[in-house]
């Protein structure tokens, strides 16, 4: 399937079925929102497993030069290339709380991005006298963990039928990121039946999975990303390293530190089971990072570039459906908070 005929799957947005009848809901139990929305991150710090092991390769640590030649070449294999992103905005209710989610996906075309978006709308509360009277909207002891499950299934589904087959998907956010975020390891063997390469980027991580595992580096460092940082120049990266959970041997993972700028470098990570079936692509992927990387040329938020386009369909859709003011004209009554905080 060429570029041209995948363009036709995308440039589109898709809502959630059951996203109009839950607003209906929420309006006719007359829920008291307040006049503000805060703008989320689902994705943790990744919780690294205390009964895991570090893998370091034969050798010294690394550095390996990248080129920005060869990223070009990678982009001309043509290979379709897709990126994900997401945008969530969370409501907070006296009677619970609400997610809108807006799942972003693009294909870098051969002139331009074509976007596919995914939004969502959830409901969660405690009370159990509010669900009696609806259909919709989720009872949850635990709203912050359920939002995250469900978050993470509609990711995977979303990408499962989306994403095209034989392409590289690149995902903003780590590969483990704490109990929730293991679900998303389900998913790496229906990618890789579609020849789906997926790799995930971590900007920011406090994680010191290397500098406390290496006995010459243990406690010279604040954290992984200060030891890369000082340990490579721009244009470099580090060799991969293996992740690898004793207690269950599918939360596995292969990364690299790479630095394309004079700022703070980024976790590079697919699952082992990846690096294992594709390794002789893995090299010429970082090439083609390190080109999507300066291509992007955002010193003070480096990211590749087909990510940064998903993030802004990502935040453009979810202005589209303004649930805060739909809820408002349903009579909904303002708290407290809307006065303090409303305009």
């Known amino acids: 399937m060429n570029i041209e005929n995948l363009m036709f799957e995308f440039n589109k947005v898709i809502v959630h079925p059951a996203f109009v009848d839950t607003i209906e809901e ?17 994705i943790p710090e990744e919780m690294l497993f205390s ?3 570090l893998i370091v390769p034969v050798g010294s640590i690394k550095k390996i030069s990248l080129n920005l030649k060869k990223g070009v070449e990678q982009l001309k294999r ?3 290339i897709t990126a994900y992103d ?5 409501f907070i209710s006296l009677e619970g709380t609400a997610y809108s989610t807006s799942h972003s996906l693009v294909l870098l075309a051969p002139n331009s991005f074509i976007p596919a978006n995914y939004l969502t709308f959830y409901f969660y509360t405690k009370s159990k006298a509010l669900i009696e009277r609806s259909k919709y909207i989720r009872f ?5 963990i359920d939002s995250k499950k469900d978050y993470i299934r509609d990711r995977i589904r979303f990408l499962e039928k989306t994403v095209p087959g034989k392409s590289i998907l690149l995902i903003d956010g780590p590969l483990i990121g704490g109990d929730v975020y293991t679900i998303m390891i389900q998913s ?3 990618f890789h039946d579609k020849n789906i390469i997926p790799v995930f980027f971590v900007k920011n991580s406090s994680s010191n999975l290397v500098t406390d595992n290496i006995k010459e580096l243990r406690k010279k460092y604040n954290s992984d990303l200060h030891w890369s940082y000082k340990f490579l120049k721009p244009g470099e990266r580090t060799n991969f390293f293996i992740y690898r959970d004793r207690v269950n041997p599918r939360n596995a993972k292969a990364f690299c530190y790479l630095k394309a700028f004079t700022v703070s470098p980024q976790r590079i990570e697919v699952h082992l089971d990846t690096y ?4 002789s692509l893995i090299n010429d992927l970082m090439e083609l990072v390190y080109y999507l990387l300066i291509v992007q040329g955002n010193i003070k938020n480096p990211q590749i570039r087909p990510i940064a386009v998903a993030e802004m369909y990502a935040r453009e859709t979810i202005r589209l459906f303004d649930i805060y003011s739909l809820l408002r004209r349903a009579g909904i009554t303002p708290t407290m908070n809307q006065n303090r905080f409303g305009g």
């Open 26 to 42: 929420i309006s006719k139990i007359a829920l008291s929102l307040p006049d503000f929305t805060i703008n989320v991150k689902h």
């Open 51 to 53: 009964k895991g092991e």
């Open 188 to 190: 790496i063997q229906a």
């Open 78 to 80: 043509g290979f379709p």
């Open 276 to 279: 294992n079936k594709y390794n």
């Open 86 to 90: 997401e945008s969530i905005d969370k």
């Open 140 to 144: 949850s002891p635990e709203p912050e």
